[in-house]
């Protein structure tokens, strides 16, 4: 993958970004994508963020590569504080991490977010942990997709502003990816499931501490609400 051949889990996001918009893409790495965005037209300018020197370093040299230093601004920043008041950016992009840890981001400099209008997310595990923090700060859920790539499963989240509530199981598996019923989607879950199962099985055999008890009753309710939704 470089910034002219991206993954198809960076398509997907890339897909769901505006054209003409402002963009941000925290944890950039290499900046690949949003040098390919530039390349292809879509955005009109774009913030490159990234907290680890090594992977901020590569990104400066590859946005250099491309020719795109007057398009392109990377900066070394933790999270959103790589967007500045006056960047005015639009649409912010977050790939490659886990669910909690973006949701964390995005809570941590909420601030930050003044005059976004659309977040476009890729947890790689724990996508729930970004629609429980959209429900809980006026975002909802736009659009939803499902892939595998290299045989992994990537979930992608596009969220815009306004209020919205969703049932427990919209918010664990994703309320367009539920109605939508993908062959991916149903693997995913059918792989989720069996885990669970293995994890229960694991804490029914071990000393049964309060602690385990209280877990293995919170997996057995979400394999439970699994099962309903695949046999459904």
Not at 48 to 65: D, W
Not at 183 to 207: P, Y
Request: charged fraction near 25%; glycine fraction near 6%.
């Amino acid at each position: 993958m470089n910034a002219k051949n991206l993954s198809e889990r960076l398509r997907l996001v890339a897909s769901f970004a505006e054209q003409g918009t402002v963009l941000a893409d925290i944890g950039s790495d290499h900046a690949y994508l949003p040098c390919w965005l530039i390349q292809q037209g879509q955005i009109s300018r774009a913030i490159a963020g990234e907290v680890v020197k090594g992977p901020f370093e590569s990104a400066k040299r590859n946005v250099a590569k491309e020719g795109l230093t007057d398009k392109v601004v990377v900066r070394l920043e933790n999270g959103l504080q790589a967007i500045y008041p006056d960047d005015g950016v639009e649409t912010v992009t977050i790939a490659g991490m886990g669910g909690s840890l973006i949701a964390s981001i995005l809570e941590n400099d909420a601030d930050r977010l003044t005059g976004v209008k659309r977040i476009i997310v890729q947890p790689n595990i724990h996508a729930k942990a970004i629609r429980v923090w959209a429900v809980s700060n006026s975002w909802k859920i736009l659009n939803e997709a499902i892939l595998k790539e290299d045989h992994k499963i990537y979930e992608v989240l596009v969220l815009e502003r306004g209020d919205q509530s969703y049932h427990p199981e919209e918010l664990l598996m994703g309320p367009l990816l539920l109605r939508q019923r993908s062959a991916v989607f149903q693997e995913k879950w059918q792989g989720e499931l069996n885990e669970i199962s293995r994890v229960i099985n694991v804490l029914t055999q071990s000393a049964q501490s309060e602690e385990a008890k209280s877990k293995r009753k919170q997996l057995s309710d979400t394999r439970d609400m699994i099962e309903r939704v695949l046999k459904s």
